[in-house]
């Protein structure tokens, strides 16, 4: 075996791993793609509503003060699983009622608590974004947050 590694042996094991590596790179990524889309996500359950749901909380700014999947800011509760928390994940008409009252009752003005604006939304749009909330806490999330108290 010879002692010094020639121009072309560089060469090769340059491109050679480094073209392993790009394959291994593109099916992880393949792989983590379709986990999502068919794994994680409940593509099936996305309605309409959903999505006006969605639009409202960008349009809203609601991740503004709040965190979904502990995305967001920290200055309110994370939204993720509120549904879970107020017991209604399974219940349309209950998370709307839920939600409408919790809106309607916002600003509390309950000392010492931190605050939330009143957003004036009509029935449709409150319904939309109890919608999105319970499809935000249907995806499986791997165990996040790790309380229901988010
Ligand atoms: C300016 C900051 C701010 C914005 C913007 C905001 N919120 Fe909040 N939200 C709060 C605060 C603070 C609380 C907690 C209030 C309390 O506990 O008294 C809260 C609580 C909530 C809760 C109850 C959470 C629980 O665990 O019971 C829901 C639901 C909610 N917000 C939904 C929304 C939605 C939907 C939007 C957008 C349309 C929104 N919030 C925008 C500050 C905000």
């Given at each position: 075996?010879?002692?010094?590694?020639?121009?072309s042996?560089?060469r090769?094991?340059?491109?050679?791993?480094s073209?392993?590596?790009?394959?291994i790179?593109?099916?992880?990524?393949?792989?983590?793609?379709?986990?999502?889309?068919?794994?994680s996500?409940?593509?099936?359950?996305?309605t309409?509503?959903?999505?006006?749901?969605?639009?409202?909380?960008?349009k809203?700014?609601c991740?503004?003060?709040h965190?979904i999947?502990?995305?967001?800011?920290?200055?309110?509760?994370e939204?993720?699983?509120?549904?879970?928390?107020?017991?209604?994940?399974?219940d349309?008409?209950?998370?709307?009622?839920?939600?409408?009252?919790?809106?309607k009752?916002?600003?509390?003005?309950?000392?010492g608590?931190?605050?939330?604006p009143?957003?004036?939304l009509?029935?449709?749009e409150?319904r939309?974004?109890?919608d999105?909330?319970?499809?935000?806490?249907?995806?499986?999330?791997?165990?996040?947050?790790?309380?229901d108290?988010g």
């Amino acid at each position: 075996m010879r002692d010094v590694m020639t121009k072309s042996m560089a060469r090769n094991i340059f491109y050679g791993g480094s073209l392993f590596f790009i394959i291994i790179f593109l099916g992880l990524s393949l792989h983590s793609h379709r986990y999502i889309v068919t794994t994680s996500t409940n593509a099936e359950t996305l309605t309409e509503s959903v999505a006006h749901g969605k639009r409202l909380w960008e349009k809203h700014a609601c991740i503004n003060c709040h965190t979904i999947m502990g995305e967001g800011a920290y200055f309110a509760p994370e939204l993720a699983n509120v549904t879970t928390r107020w017991g209604v994940a399974d219940d349309p008409d209950g998370a709307f009622e839920m939600l409408d009252g919790w809106m309607k009752a916002q600003p509390s003005g309950v000392e010492g608590r931190r605050q939330m604006p009143r957003f004036d939304l009509n029935p449709e749009e409150t319904r939309a974004l109890a919608d999105f909330l319970r499809w935000v806490d249907s995806i499986d999330a791997q165990g996040w947050p790790p309380n229901d108290a988010g």
